[in-house]
């Protein structure tokens, strides 16, 4: 074919116009690449993703918040912003209204020594005109401390003392100190009252817990509590096996039928355990079990029934050992017995509800507190479910807690950008000049 002037020129033509097609498509995926904040999480456990949990409560969050980041511009072992950045990307992503501002505290000491900024990358969390300062960058420290700042009122938890209970505060295998941990880190205050002592539990008890007492309570303490509940008060009681510790007066008045049966479940040796460690077949319908997705582990526990005499509303929270039974013979050769024994599943908490003075009553009993103890708290989903029914107890039913996940994997960052501008840049470039090499090789030849 003969090339003229005209042709020359309609080649040109074609060329400027694919040149400046080329120019545009370059600068709009820049463009977007930059305007665009799109993450493909492709780790196993998705764990640069917020969980379902987290994202829901962020999400539900009312009003702004405000993030403070003292970040040096010039440290030694690189910047920090480019890592709270990414930290805080999924949270943006949730709630559009989180405002971050960076602040170097080398240019601004003034503003750091008032926020108490004592690392750099330190964060300061404002919501609500509440605020806190943060310096772990995981997601379960920053949503427990969105939890805590989005509580109205500091919420105060007594506890009962005097009778070999279990502590919020002990440290040994029986006490519950690590739930006690937790609980704090959310907001909540903890405290002791004696009943012997104190002639009531006290107006500011937003929940009064009966933990697992193994001396009896005198008669004087249960008419303390029951007045306590009378009034509207709100009770979590773990129970103790073998017995009611003196407590029957307040079984019967929030009308519960408490066996001093054990459960046993065949299933727990799957998971090495004895068989009077009962595993959750099942968690109920109800505000209190939504966010427990793991199951728990219950040792030692009793049953927990309800009296057709109660005034309260019974919602059974959680079966177990729906492959084993209550043994109410001797512990010491447990086999089920069909005319003794009541094959499972057995229901081992339950809520109690009721409507007074305009305020809904709640009441949960659980038939162990082993499950909550130092030395079992971590089988499982025993954390999460202990959490849970705390805060459904004290009105609180919509915060969670968030369980931290494991690094199951190594760490692949793809950026969609750089992907782009070097897939513009080098890579079709490439195949066009390769192309045009092997239309000219042929045509040569030709």
Same mark, same amino acid.
């Given at each position: ?6 042709? @020359?020129?309609? &080649? ?19 463009? $977007? ?67 971050? %501002? ?16 004592? &690392? ?9 005109? @509440? ?18 700042? =989005? ?16 502590? &919020?505060?002990?440290?040994?295998? @029986? ?98 355990? =004895? ?19 793991? %199951? ?45 024994? $009541? ?24 038939? %162990?507190?082993?499950? &909550? =103890? ?26 969670? @807690? ?45």
């Amino acid at each position: 074919m003969k090339i003229n002037k005209k042709i @020359r020129n309609q &080649f040109r033509i074609q060329n400027s116009i694919f040149v400046i097609l080329l120019i545009i498509l370059t600068i709009t995926i820049g463009y $977007l690449s930059n305007e665009i904040d799109y993450q493909w999480d492709v780790t196993s456990n998705k764990r640069h993703s917020l969980s379902d949990a987290t994202r829901d409560f962020v999400s539900e969050l009312k009003g702004p918040i405000n993030i403070t980041a003292f970040v040096s511009k010039a440290d030694i072992e690189g910047s920090l912003k480019p890592t709270i950045h990414n930290f805080l990307s999924p949270y943006r992503r949730a709630k559009s209204d989180i405002s971050v %501002t960076y602040i170097d505290p080398r240019e601004a000491p003034q503003k750091a020594e008032e926020a108490g900024i004592r &690392f750099d990358g330190e964060l300061v969390i404002e919501y609500k005109g @509440r605020k806190e300062n943060l310096n772990t960058l995981t997601e379960q420290d920053l949503t427990n401390l969105l939890v805590r700042l =989005s509580r109205a009122t500091d919420k105060i938890i007594f506890s009962l003392k005097g009778h070999k209970e279990r502590t &919020f505060e002990g440290n040994s295998p @029986r006490d519950m100190g690590l739930l006690g941990q937790q609980l704090m880190k959310t907001g909540f205050e903890l405290a002791k009252v004696d009943l012997a002592e104190e002639l009531s539990v006290g107006d500011n008890a937003s929940l009064l817990v009966v933990a697992s007492p193994k001396a009896n309570l005198l008669p004087g303490e249960v008419n303390r509590i029951k007045r306590f509940l009378e009034t509207g008060g709100n009770l979590l009681w773990l129970l103790e096996h073998g017995s009611n510790n003196g407590m029957d007066k307040l079984a019967d008045y929030i009308g519960t039928d408490l066996n001093d049966g054990l459960v046993f479940d065949p299933r727990a040796a799957s998971l090495n355990l =004895s068989p009077a460690f009962a595993l959750a077949s099942k968690y109920l319908e109800h505000p209190a079990t939504q966010g427990s997705s793991m %199951t728990s582990v219950f040792p030692f526990t009793r049953s927990v029934g309800k009296n057709e005499k109660s005034d309260f509303v019974y919602t059974p929270l959680v079966e177990v050992a729906d492959q084993g039974w209550l043994e109410t013979g001797n512990l010491s050769d447990a086999t089920f017995n069909p005319n003794r024994d $009541l094959a499972g599943p057995i229901v081992v908490a339950a809520a109690f509800e009721r409507l007074l003075e305009n305020k809904t009553q709640r009441i949960i009993i659980v038939g %162990t507190g082993n499950i &909550f =103890s130092n030395q079992h708290l971590g089988l499982l989903g025993n954390l999460d479910f202990g959490v849970n029914i705390v805060n459904w107890l004290t009105g609180d039913e919509s915060l969670i @807690r968030i369980q931290p996940r494991a690094r199951l994997d190594q760490t692949l960052e793809f950026n969609l950008g750089v992907f782009l501008l070097a897939n513009t840049f080098l890579f079709l470039p490439g195949v066009f000049l390769i192309t045009g090499a092997i239309v000219w090789w042929r045509r040569r030849r030709a």
